[in-house]
T-cell receptor
Framework: EDQVTQSPEALRLQEGESSSLNCSYT??????LFWYRQDPGKGPEFLFT???AGEEKEKERLKATLTKKESFLHITAPKPEDSATYLC???????????FGKGNQVVVIP | GAGVSQSPSNKVTEKGKDVELRCDPI?????LYWYRQSLGQGLEFLIY????????KSGLPSDRFSAERTGGSVSTLTIQRTQQEDSAVYLC???????????????FGPGTRLTVL
């Protein structure tokens, strides 16, 4: 069974204090790893897809990286508007569903 | 363009009643998914539709849950004889569908918050 574990569960950052979120996964053949952002009361918003180990993608203050066992979402010089829950999900070869972790809840304090 | 829409946004029902939740996917997206998000839990896959193929129902938690997709577009998730443990946010997503070596990302709607009293 595909498993995704995210850590830390919750993180409080001062504005400008860079940090990283971890997503460890177990999957029988990775088709893709996905990062989403979810604000309270809203659906997940797509951020990145990573397909193979060594791949990196960036968007504004966010950078996602992938190894064979885990992915990191680096937040550089965060701002209060980066406060959200960040969700990691994997899709296995031969499968169409996403298996999600429980998320990293990030609060950025001005 | 318009994103995935879901209705109603909130639904409160009494235990034992049936409910229907609706999803309108992004125009042109052939794949449609339903997930459930319970408090403190990750998103849980329920069902997947791809074009005219038979749906993947392997995530439905019981036979009280069913879903259909009419005309390859709008989908309805039905929960019969609702129980308190069915209380959750039900999320719909759509994508262009898998093709060749590229995977098309799933885009989510705002969800329907279901409360069973």
């Amino acid at each position: 069974e595909d498993q995704v574990t995210q850590s830390p569960e919750a993180l409080r950052l001062q504005e400008g204090e860079s940090s990283s979120l971890n997503c460890s996964y177990t999957v029988s053949g990775l088709r893709g790893l996905f990062w989403y952002r979810q604000d309270p009361g809203k659906g997940p918003e797509f951020l990145f897809t990573l397909y193979s180990a060594g791949e990196e993608k960036e968007k504004e203050r966010l950078k996602a990286t992938l190894t064979k066992k885990e992915s990191f979402l680096h937040i550089t010089a965060p701002k209060p508007e980066d406060s959200a829950t960040y969700l990691c999900a994997v899709q296995a070869e031969g499968n169409n569903r996403l298996a999600f972790g429980k998320g990293n809840q990030v609060v950025v304090i001005p | 363009g318009a994103g995935v829409s879901q209705s109603p946004s909130n639904k409160v029902t009494e235990k034992g009643k049936d409910v229907e939740l609706r999803c309108d996917p992004i125009s042109g997206h052939t794949a449609l998914y339903w997930y459930r998000q319970s408090l403190g839990q990750g998103l849980e896959f329920l069902i997947y539709f791809q074009g005219n193929s038979a749906p993947d129902k392997s995530g439905l938690p019981s036979d009280r849950f069913s879903a259909e997709r009419t005309g390859g577009s709008v989908s309805t998730l039905t929960i019969q004889r609702t129980q308190q443990e069915d209380s959750a946010v039900y999320l719909c997503a759509s994508s262009l569908g898998y093709s060749g070596s590229s995977y098309n990302e799933q885009f989510f709607g705002p969800g329907t918050r279901l409360t069973v009293l």
